[in-house]
């Protein structure tokens, strides 16, 4: 049988899955009826794909290292050491980010760099003829963004650490759910006729996935 630490969690569901967080935790959902025995047995017949997702987080963890043990941060891309002074004020600089405690981190991502990403909205609606009800952000723990029918998009507001490069990628992919709101081949082929690149920017985004789980 396979050798793994994993959580179980079981419900009124009528199938098993198997879930890899970015942490590398292991989530195995189940009916309520699964022994531990057809568990093991279902994770051995998947041990190829957990060994593929756990090595792909690995390579991610080592990547972010410095950011997950809490010593450097990302501003527009780019790391800065830091700093917890809780004697001092919350700022962010090209040379450093310092902030009281971690609780301030938020508001101050947000209220440095909301209008510039906004901004950035604004000029794909205006290119591109978008329309949105509302932009907010929040602190998603397993995605950039999200839109909802009504046009209401929030966004994590961790992307506010990454390049304006890739701030872009996800407001164009999230203006192209006020149109399509699926993964459907027209919500692909809008997104290609404005950012022909997408795809490229997509997987640089992956390599910060753990980012949306820390702070």
Same mark, same amino acid.
Not at 41 to 50: D, E, V
Not at 52 to 60: D, G, P, T, V, W
Not at 193 to 214: C, H, N, V
């Given at each position: 049988m396979i050798d793994l630490n994993y959580e179980v969690k079981r419900s009124a569901r009528r199938s098993i899955c198997v879930r890899i967080l970015e942490d590398n935790s292991i989530i195995v959902t189940c009916?309520?009826?699964? +022994?531990?025995?057809?568990?093991? *047995? &279902?994770?051995?017949?998947?041990?190829?794909?957990?060994?593929?997702?756990?090595?792909?987080? #690995?390579? *991610?963890n080592e990547f972010l290292a410095a950011e997950i043990s809490y010593e450097k941060i990302l501003v527009k891309g780019k790391e800065v050491p830091l700093?917890? $002074? $809780?004697?001092?004020?919350?700022?962010?600089? #090209?040379?450093?980010?310092?902030?009281?405690?971690?609780?301030? !981190? *938020? *508001? !101050?991502?947000?209220? /440095? &760099?909301?209008?510039? &990403? %906004?901004?950035?909205?604004?000029?794909?609606?205006? /290119?591109?003829s978008f329309s949105y009800k509302s932009v907010s952000f929040r602190d998603f723990k397993s995605r950039w963004g999200c839109c909802n029918s009504s046009g209401e998009i929030k966004f994590n507001w961790k992307l506010l650490m990454l390049s304006e490069e890739l701030w872009r990628y996800v407001i164009v992919h999230e203006l192209c759910h006020t149109v399509y709101m699926d993964h459907s081949?027209?919500?692909?082929? !809008? =997104? #290609? +006729?404005? =950012?022909? #690149?997408?795809?490229?920017? %997509?997987? $640089?985004?992956?390599? &910060?996935?753990?980012?949306?789980? !820390?702070y």
């Open positions: 009916p309520k009826r699964f +022994s531990d025995l057809e568990i093991q *047995k &279902f994770l051995a017949s998947k041990a190829q794909w957990i060994e593929r997702h756990l090595a792909a987080n #690995e390579q *991610k700093i917890i $002074d $809780d004697k001092g004020r919350n700022i962010i600089t #090209e040379k450093e980010v310092r902030i009281k405690s971690f609780k301030n !981190l *938020k *508001k !101050l991502y947000i209220t /440095e &760099f909301e209008r510039q &990403f %906004k901004h950035i909205i604004d000029c794909v609606c205006a /290119e591109y081949v027209k919500f692909y082929r !809008l =997104m #290609e +006729s404005i =950012m022909p #690149e997408y795809k490229a920017f %997509k997987r $640089d985004l992956k390599r &910060f996935a753990r980012l949306t789980t !820390l």
